[in-house]
């Protein structure tokens, strides 16, 4: 619009060479300095390549403008950093005053109408961000401690990460309840006294002009942002910066509470389909499956050889802490009954060479074998070919490391949430006939990286349907639960 103005199309990259006004800096494109909307860019997280990229200046003007331009240089980066810090903080205000909002605008309000909400209403469309309120009052009361007002640039809020980053961790519940709390919000919405209802809740309150189910979705933006934030901060601060350590280790940390978030939410979604699967095996006997399982990591045909050299065919599902064995039936092959289970808490997997075992005085071949290490229990299994026993090694493999670091993670599902899992997988599979009822095949071997390979990708608007989609590499989805309603027999 103007010569002062700096022309850009999506996708350029801009150096920025002054930032001292918020709203308008100047930058240097390919075809002039100029100045620009601050609000239209996006700052880029990797300052790497612009070196490269923006070529140079003659070495004779380089060399003698070096001085000035460091100094410049140093100048806006401590400028930069004073934005990001300034846009933290701004930002948690603005957070908390939702939350207030939420909660003294909507629940406070609800409440008092116990003629149109039930307090297991409640607790589906709000969750626990009363909790979070909480928690968030007193994570921005100490950041206002750690901000420096008079110079932002100097402030030290990365221990304030650091300190609280267990608490970030309530942030799983209210992700795992928001699916709920949205359908049954729909479903609310659908009356027009519960739209005026809710609508004459966020004017008397004062609020923006967003639904409800808008305000609720922030805690959800709120926990992705994290990340993007200190990896915003960190690359403006320097390593002489006294905050450099800690705001690298809060970015670590923020990014592990959203790989956690991200794995409580698929086991959450695993354990209703393990406890169907549990409901469709023929003579189930012990604890549910559940009382100390959260996945399935592997499944598939083994022969078991005995001591005296008798062999069984047998179907085996090898879930974290325990590995179950099923009989087929010989008539309806997808039906299967219980035979029995392997505590893996308390056996240690030997890989056994082709030829005569000296142990137990048999010719083995593509065999494995688990051996108690506070028993004489063992067990020897045979895979028809080598493949199928290099997936099973590598699965017993994973079982251990998936159950190390769900240990390490505090990976936990409530007593709740299993005993509903299975109460519902009873209603479902309540009057049909047994046989798998919909249970799946597993798949050959599922690829489970380590947790350290699990890296975290956060985007920086989140859509609603996208919200929980936090991790990255994703798994690939199990076969084992795609083939599920194709194995179910007699359907009426």
């Known amino acids: ?17 002054e930032a001292s006004n918020k709203d308008w800096w100047w930058g240097r494109n390919e075809d002039k300095e100029a100045w620009f909307p601050a609000s239209f860019v996006r700052l880029r997280v990797n300052q790497e390549e612009l070196s490269e990229k923006s070529g140079g200046t003659p070495g004779g003007e380089q060399a003698e403008g070096t001085g000035t331009d460091r100094h410049r240089h140093c100048e806006s980066k ?10 933290i903080m701004n930002t948690e205000r603005v957070y908390i005053k939702h939350l207030k909002d939420i909660c003294e605008g909507y629940i406070r309000q609800c409440r008092k109408h116990t003629g149109m909400f039930t307090v297991a209403q ?105 990340p993007l934030q200190l990896a915003e901060l960190l690359k403006y601060t320097t390593q002489e910066h006294s905050d450099h350590s800690n705001i690298k280790a809060a970015y670590e ?16 979604e695993s354990i209703d389909k393990i406890a169907r699967w549990q409901v469709s095996i023929v003579g189930w006997e012990g604890q549910d499956i559940l009382d100390r399982s959260s996945e399935l990591i592997h499944s598939g045909e083994l022969t078991r050889i005995s001591k005296q050299g008798r062999s069984q065919q047998r179907t085996f599902f090898l879930f974290d802490h325990q590995l179950v064995s099923c009989k087929k039936d010989l008539l309806r092959r997808d039906m299967l009954y219980y035979r029995g289970r392997v505590d893996m808490d308390d056996m240690e997997l030997v890989d056994l060479e082709d030829g005569r075992d000296k142990d137990w005085n048999l010719s083995l071949k593509n065999a494995f074998k688990l051996v108690s290490r506070t028993t004489d229990e063992a067990h020897v299994f045979c895979a028809r070919k080598q493949e199928d026993k290099a997936r099973w090694l590598q699965a017993c493999a994973d079982e251990r490391r998936r ?25 479902a599979g309540h009057g049909k006939s047994k046989g798998y009822g919909g249970c799946p095949v597993a798949p050959p071997h599922q690829t489970l ?13 989140v859509p609603q349907q996208q919200v929980f989609a936090l991790a990255e590499p994703k798994r690939k989805p199990s076969l084992f639960w795609h083939t599920f309603n194709k194995l179910t027999p007699f359907k009426k």
């Open 1 to 17: 619009m103007d010569d002062q103005e700096l022309g850009f199309k999506a996708g350029d990259v801009i150096q920025v060479l």
């Open 122 to 226: 409640l607790a589906t469309i709000f969750g626990n961000i009363e909790d979070i309120y909480k928690f968030q009052r007193k994570f921005l009361k100490d950041l206002e401690k750690q901000y420096n007002k008079e110079e932002p640039h100097l402030s030290e809020i990365g221990s304030c990460f650091l300190q609280h980053q267990e608490g970030f961790g309530i942030y799983s519940e209210y992700c795992n309840n928001h699916p709920g709390a949205c359908a049954e919000l729909s479903g609310l919405m659908k009356q027009s006294r519960y739209r005026h209802f809710f609508e004459a809740c966020r004017l008397l309150q004062q609020m923006i002009d967003i639904a409800l189910d808008g305000f609720l979705l922030t805690p959800v933006q709120k926990i992705c942002k994290y």
């Open 78 to 87: 401590q400028q930069m950093r004073a934005n990001v810090i300034q846009e």
């Open 449 to 461: 990286h380590p947790l350290h390979q699990r890296h975290v990708t956060v985007p920086t608007s």
């Open 253 to 268: 940390a923020m990014k592990n509470v959203a790989c956690l978030i991200n794995e409580r939410k698929r086991k959450l």
């Open 403 to 427: 159950v190390r670091e769900d240990r390490e993670m505090g990976m936990e599902i409530s007593e709740n949430q299993k005993k509903l899992a299975m109460l519902n997988a009873q209603k």
